[in-house]
């Protein structure tokens, strides 16, 4: 019976996995998933918008999908550094384009190394 649970569990962790990678289109991020809400009207599909949200952030951002009212998902590169974590949220909140900044607390939880 032990064995038949270990299956099941590692049958659901790897069905949880590839829930994961086809909800961020196949995007894998090793940072910090956060999510910014710009201004109505806004066009994050520009040419050049990534490059230069990544440079007003001071670290790279991807954008990873769209989720709801204005908010989508990007994937900061920090590799757990909360410290810097904070400076980027405030250079971001900085823009004119942008309504809110926050960590997607739900689905990725910050790490601590």
């Keep these: 019976m032990l064995t038949f649970n270990w299956r ?26 956060i999510m910014i809400r710009f201004a109505s009207g806004m066009d994050v599909t520009l040419s050049g918008f990534d490059a230069e949200l990544s440079r007003d952030a001071g670290v790279p951002l991807d954008y990873m999908r769209p989720l709801f009212d204005h908010y989508y998902l990007y994937c900061a590169g920090l590799e757990g550094q909360a410290p810097l974590l904070d400076e980027v949220l405030e250079r971001l909140q900085g823009r004119p384009d942008v309504r809110t900044v926050e960590v997607d607390r739900i689905n990725r939880p910050l790490r601590n190394e």
């Design 8 to 33: 099941i569990s590692l049958l659901l962790v790897v069905l949880l996995n590839a829930c994961t990678a086809t909800a961020t289109q196949g995007t894998v991020c090793h940072g910090q998933q």
